[in-house]
């Protein structure tokens, strides 16, 4: 081999090394640019989605109490809640004595009441409107009092006849105060 040659082999291998060296430096610089980059675009991300959740998350808890809500009354109202909540509650009555008799106690005012609650209601049904009968009662009063003779209201104490009242006649007049005060 000859001196060139042999030359232009190491500057060949320098300048490959150097080059390889460029181009992993290269590529080093680029990865942390790259991952710098995907770091500040990862926290914007992040960022942005905290806020619109944030923004939301009134909105988000309102429609799932109201969905809650409405299933839940749903449920209430059905049938098979009814008939579930029946038997639960037969179930500790008959396990529960010390519950069990306070409960039944309660049913039983509680019972009683509605009962006479009803009894009262079904016999002012029957006996027609009470409002009614009673307004007739009233309005058979005020007849016999217009038509009975005056001398029997004075001695009822309708009408307390006065000095005055003699001498006007019977007539009774209103008086007047005048007030000064403004």
């Given at each position: 081999?000859?001196?060139?040659?042999?030359?232009?082999?190491?500057?060949?291998?320098?300048?490959?090394?150097?080059?390889?060296?460029a181009?992993?430096?290269?590529?080093?610089?680029?990865?942390?640019?790259?991952?710098?980059?995907?770091?500040?675009?990862?926290?914007?991300?992040?960022?942005?989605?905290?806020?619109?959740?944030?923004?939301?998350?009134?909105r988000?808890?309102?429609?799932?109490?109201?969905?809650?809500?409405?299933?839940?009354r749903?449920?209430?109202?059905?049938?098979?809640?009814?008939?579930?909540?029946?038997?639960?509650?037969?179930?500790?009555?008959?396990?529960?004595?010390?519950?069990?008799?306070?409960?039944?106690?309660?049913?039983?005012?509680?019972?009683?009441?509605?009962?006479?609650?009803?009894?009262?209601?079904?016999?002012?049904?029957?006996?027609?409107?009470?409002e009614?009968?009673?307004?007739?009662?009233?309005?058979?009063?005020?007849?016999?009092?217009?038509?009975?003779p005056?001398?029997?209201q004075?001695?009822?104490?309708?009408?307390?006849?006065?000095?005055?009242?003699?001498?006007?006649?019977?007539?009774?007049?209103?008086?007047?105060?005048?007030?000064?005060?403004?």
């Amino acid at each position: 081999m000859s001196d060139t040659t042999l030359i232009e082999e190491l500057t060949g291998q320098a300048v490959g090394g150097l080059a390889q060296r460029a181009t992993d430096y290269i590529q080093d610089a680029s990865n942390k640019a790259a991952r710098a980059k995907a770091l500040t675009l990862g926290d914007q991300i992040a960022n942005y989605t905290c806020d619109n959740l944030n923004a939301e998350i009134p909105r988000i808890i309102d429609s799932v109490i109201h969905t809650t809500e409405s299933k839940l009354r749903t449920k209430i109202d059905s049938e098979e809640f009814t008939t579930d909540f029946i038997n639960v509650l037969q179930t500790k009555l008959l396990q529960d004595k010390e519950y069990s008799e306070k409960f039944l106690s309660k049913f039983d005012r509680l019972f009683d009441m509605i009962i006479k609650d009803a009894k009262v209601r079904h016999d002012k049904k029957e006996s027609g409107t009470d409002e009614i009968d009673r307004l007739k009662v009233e309005i058979a009063e005020l007849k016999h009092k217009l038509n009975a003779p005056r001398v029997a209201q004075y001695a009822a104490g309708y009408h307390k006849r006065t000095k005055r009242s003699r001498m006007s006649g019977g007539k009774r007049t209103k008086r007047v105060r005048f007030s000064t005060k403004k």
